[in-house]
């Protein structure tokens, strides 16, 4: 049962996964455009995603038409956070790989301009941006350093200037020096937002690099076995001198940081929901048209069982994320432990879920042929990154107890 195959089944006509019907919280002219992406997700993506996966290539030229569907950053488009939450886990549903590219280019590149980038950052950056005429990256995790980067930050920025004497033909700026890992987009991205320590005064700061100036160095990290379409790179800055103009004004501590990740911790919390949608759809679909001993694998008790445990799972779920996006819409947000806990637990359950959904497969379950192969190692990826289970477990116990654990 290919992706192919999969187009036109007699479960077309059954529940959706979204048992509790989410979807019709949306407005009208939202869930219109929620169709929209979904035809464009099944012309575009689907027949193809595995193929991606299996070359560990990423498909550059679906661009254009993307960015012709105007989803970039939903929320500044006039869209509710429901509607952004629900684009990504469509996107997740259908390939994971596209959805974590779109998340880091739009919810953490994009974003940044929109929230830290000043007047002019925007005019010369936003348009080309958000109509993915140039693609961006979010260059914060070091080799060293992921859940403890903010204090063990080991990129440096060294002012520079007339006064010093240092400064070149482009004038005053900076000099980046040293590492970072784990870059989505980062092997072909145009633009990527740095995070380096000064070292003046020890904080942190972001600047727009272009990916294209000397002494700046990227490496795609091979043998992956998740997000394998997603082009993460390893990036080494050696002297590498940006202007003063492209360093983001608006940050100036990593609590801006934060700021730009409980966001887009909020959009990886739906990735773990669209990953539960992928799974059930496709572990329903062969409970129902496989056979063994004579019957489909659906009329067997405990393959119900499992079909009905990933989907409470999922509408659970869904269920967390449609009241962090109702958070969204009061003064105060939603809180980071309260995006914490809806992270930790979406990727938990949907390890569970994915794991049932592989485990209704069989053998088929672990070769590509199959999606089910794919949805199972791209969960592993999203369970760690934007904070792992056990850190955002830990900031959640935090609030809880007043106490910390992890300092």
Same mark, same amino acid.
Request: aromatic share 8%.
């Given at each position: 049962m290919t992706g192919a195959a999969q187009a036109t089944s007699a479960v077309d006509t059954l529940p959706g996964a979204d048992f509790f019907g989410y979807e019709s919280l949306l407005s009208a002219s939202e869930q219109r455009k929620l169709g929209e992406l979904r035809d464009f997700l099944a012309a575009e993506i689907a027949p193809f995603a595995g193929d991606w996966w299996n070359k560990a290539e990423f498909p550059a030229h679906i661009l254009p038409k993307l960015a012709a569907l105007e989803l970039s950053t939903p929320a500044q488009r006039g869209y509710s956070h429901l509607f952004a939450g629900l684009v990504i886990a469509e996107m997740t549903r259908v390939d994971t790989s596209i959805a974590t590219f779109f998340l880091v280019h739009h919810d953490l590149f994009v974003e940044s301009l929109y929230r830290f980038g000043s007047g002019d950052q925007r005019n010369r950056y936003l348009d080309d941006a958000s109509k993915l005429r140039t693609t961006g990256a979010f260059a914060l995790t070091e080799p060293g350093h992921g859940s403890d980067v903010a204090g063990g930050m080991e990129t440096r920025a060294r002012r520079i200037s007339?006064?010093?004497?240092?400064?070149?033909?482009?004038?005053?700026?900076?000099?980046?020096?040293?590492?970072?890992?784990?870059?989505?987009?980062?092997?072909?991205?145009?633009?990527?937002?740095?995070?380096?320590?000064?070292?003046?005064d020890g904080a942190v700061r972001g600047f727009i690099v272009d990916a294209s100036l000397p002494g700046v160095s990227r490496s795609r990290i091979e043998n992956k076995i998740a997000l394998r379409t997603v082009q993460n790179a390893d990036i080494v800055f050696d002297n590498?001198?940006?202007?003063?103009?492209?360093?983001?004004?608006?940050?100036?501590?990593?609590?801006?940081?934060?700021?730009?990740?409980?966001?887009?911790?909020?959009?990886?919390?739906?990735?773990?929901?669209?990953?539960?949608?992928?799974?059930?759809?496709?572990?329903?679909?062969?409970?129902?048209?496989?056979?063994?001993?004579?019957?489909?694998? +659906? /009329?067997?008790?405990?393959? *119900?069982? %499992?079909?009905?445990?990933?989907?409470?799972?999922? @509408? !659970?779920?869904?269920?967390?994320? +449609? /009241?962090?996006?109702?958070? *969204?819409? %009061?003064?105060?947000?939603?809180?980071?432990?309260? @995006? !914490?806990?809806?992270?930790s637990y979406t990727s938990a359950r949907m390890r569970e879920t994915v794991a049932m959904g592989r485990s209704i497969l069989g053998g088929n379950g672990i070769v590509t042929d199959y999606r089910m192969a794919k949805i199972f190692a791209d969960a592993e990826a999203i369970y760690t990154y934007e904070g792992s289970y056990e850190i955002n477990t830990l900031i959640v116990g935090r609030a809880v107890t007043g106490v910390s654990a992890i300092t």
């Open positions: 007339s006064r010093t004497g240092e400064a070149d033909d482009a004038g005053d700026g900076w000099v980046l020096n040293g590492a970072k890992r784990w870059i989505g987009n980062g092997t072909f991205c145009d633009y990527m937002l740095v995070w380096a320590r000064d070292e003046a590498v001198r940006v202007a003063e103009a492209d360093r983001f004004a608006g940050i100036s501590s990593f609590e801006d940081t934060n700021e730009l990740l409980r966001g887009s911790r909020i959009m990886v919390a739906w990735q773990a929901v669209g990953q539960q949608l992928a799974a059930f759809d496709v572990a329903r679909q062969y409970a129902v048209e496989r056979h063994q001993f004579g019957r489909p694998l +659906a /009329r067997f008790q405990l393959i *119900q069982q %499992q079909l009905v445990s990933m989907l409470g799972n999922a @509408v !659970a779920s869904m269920g967390m994320m +449609a /009241r962090i996006a109702q958070l *969204q819409l %009061q003064e105060q947000g939603a809180g980071m432990a309260q @995006v !914490a806990l809806a992270k």
